[in-house]
T-cell receptor
Framework: AQKVTQAQTEISVVEKEDVTLDCVYETRDTTYYLFWYKQPPSGELVFLIRRNSFDEQNEISGRYSWNFQKSTSSFNFTITASQVVDSAVYFCALRSTGANNLFFGTGTRLTVIP | KAGVTQTPRYLIKTRGQQVTLSCSPISGHRSVSWYQQTPGQGLQFLFEYFSETQRNKGNFPGRFSGRQFSNSRSEMNVSTLELGDSALYLC?????????????FGPGTRLTVL
């Protein structure tokens, strides 16, 4: 069974604070992909990152960074020096090789207060 | 390249009616997947079409159906609408099957059933 848990339903931070969004996944497959998507108020899901199960190297892209730990089945997302434009709902998703679709977490609504 | 487009963006229907939503994938993409997003159930996979064939189906009743045309454009149809069908319907396209290729999402069609 595939499952993604985003325990944080809503987070509010003040602009310029750092914030970490948690994601815990479950799968029996050894090969899988993890994703983060951003959904602004317009509704469109914007791809942020894809990570495969064999690559545990952390990644940094500007103010965004991701920490993938297979030992704890977690794929956490950190925004450094948050900005108002970061306000959105963020989804973590899982796709195993045994499934042809994405399994999404319930999302975390991030509000950055100016 | 133009992104994934969905029409219409907003739709209001009444219970018992049927509705057809349209999705045009990114040029060259052969796979189209459909997702339903509701506040209660989150993002759920409906089905995927590849080369005019349904390749994968989520756990939705037979009232939800779809098809794909030779130009990869896809439509989904919901018959005998129920109040619970009110949702944001997202379409995603990928070059190959969604299980092994990155998906790009459209802005969605927001369906309201009265």
């Amino acid at each position: 069974a595939q499952k993604v848990t985003q325990a944080q339903t809503e987070i509010s931070v003040v602009e310029k604070e750092d914030v970490t969004l948690d994601c815990v996944y479950e799968t029996r497959d050894t090969t899988y992909y993890l994703f983060w998507y951003k959904q602004p108020p317009s509704g469109e899901l914007v791809f942020l990152i894809r990570r495969n199960s064999f690559d545990e190297q952390n990644e940094i892209s500007g103010r965004y960074s991701w920490n993938f730990q297979k030992s704890t089945s977690s794929f956490n997302f950190t925004i450094t020096a948050s900005q108002v434009v970061d306000s959105a709902v963020y989804f973590c998703a899982l796709r195993s090789t045994g499934a042809n679709n994405l399994f999404f977490g319930t999302g975390t609504r991030l509000t950055v207060i100016p | 390249k133009a992104g994934v487009t969905q029409t219409p963006r907003y739709l209001i229907k009444t219970r018992g009616q049927q509705v057809t939503l349209s999705c045009s994938p990114i040029s060259g993409h052969r796979s189209v997947s459909w997702y339903q997003q509701t506040p209660g159930q989150g993002l759920q996979f409906l089905f995927e079409y590849f080369s005019e064939t349904q390749r994968n189906k989520g756990n939705f009743p037979g009232r939800f159906s779809g098809r794909q045309f030779s130009n990869s454009r896809s439509e989904m149809n919901v018959s005998t609408l129920e109040l619970g069908d009110s949702a944001l319907y997202l379409c995603a396209s990928s070059e190959g099957l969604a299980g092994i290729n990155e998906q790009f999402f459209g802005p969605g069609t927001r369906l309201t059933v009265l």
